[in-house]
Antibody, heavy 122, light 107 residues
Framework: HLQLQESGPGLVKPSETLSLTCTVS??????????WGWIRQPPGKELEWIGN???????YYNPSLKSRVTISVDTSKNQFSLKLSSVTAADTAVYYC??????????????WGQGTLVTVSS | DIQMTQSPSSVSASVGDRVTITCRAS??????LAWYQQKPGKAPKLLIY???SLQRGVPSRFSGSGSGTDFTLTISNLQPEDFATYYC?????????FGQGTRLEIK
């Protein structure tokens, strides 16, 4: 049974870089069958797709965040990671990692992590 | 970007009722639409993909329809566990944006 688990600091200072890791168990990020993605949700607001990555390292980022986002994959650890630079209070959100259900960039997300709240505050 | 607009923003209903939620895309997306259910403090759960295909394990009281720009999610015979927020997501083009959500509340 596939499981995803986000980890990382719950508090980040303004202007610094948010860093999160998603550890995958019961499956492999090296699979050629899926993209792996990040989604966020500010408190009380809607979901926002951040970007995703393929096992080969190909990445796609939401244009609204592209200048600040980096997603990477570590197949040896079965993990993929998110970095978001120059954060502000507007980046405060629950961050989810998830799996796209096929080897395409925009397909539905069929497995999700439980989410982790990241607060941007000094 | 394709914008997704859901209506209503919230709806109240009773156990046993039938509820329909609408999602409209700003341009045609064929049948590339997914629906998710999200309960407070939990991750979204995929219910329907390709506009009308039920994800494995999802009860048959959930159904989806539509193509092009207009889509609906129908929940028949509402159960207590169905009270949640529902989101649509277009899967046709990049970026795969979500709707703003519809909150289903108990009347």
């Amino acid at each position: 049974h596939l499981q995803l688990q986000e980890s990382g600091p719950g508090l980040v200072k303004p202007s610094e870089t948010l860093s999160l890791t998603c550890t995958v168990s019961g499956g492999s990020v090296s699979s050629s069958s899926y993209y792996w993605g990040w989604i966020r949700q500010p408190p009380g607001k809607e979901l926002e797709w951040i970007g995703n990555i393929y096992y080969s390292g190909n990445t796609y980022y939401n244009p609204s965040l592209k200048s600040r986002v980096t997603i990477s994959v570590d197949t040896s650890k079965n993990q993929f990671s998110l970095k978001l630079s120059s954060v502000t209070a507007a980046d405060t959100a629950v961050y989810y990692c998830a799996r796209h259900d096929s080897p395409a960039v925009t397909t539905p997300l069929d497995y999700w992590g439980q989410g982790t709240l990241v607060t941007v505050s000094s | 970007d394709i914008q997704m607009t859901q209506s209503p923003s919230s709806v109240s209903a009773s156990v046993g009722d039938r509820v329909t939620i609408t999602c409209r895309a700003s341009q045609g997306i064929s049948s590339w639409l997914a629906w998710y259910q999200q309960k407070p403090g939990k991750a979204p759960k995929l219910l329907i993909y390709a506009a009308s295909s039920l994800q494995r394990g999802v009860p048959s009281r959930f159904s989806g329809s539509g193509s092009g720009t207009d889509f609906t999610l129908t929940i028949s015979n509402l159960q207590p566990e169905d009270f949640a927020t529902y989101y649509c997501q277009q899967a046709n083009s990049f970026p795969p944006n979500f709707g703003q959500g519809t909150r289903l509340e108990i009347k």
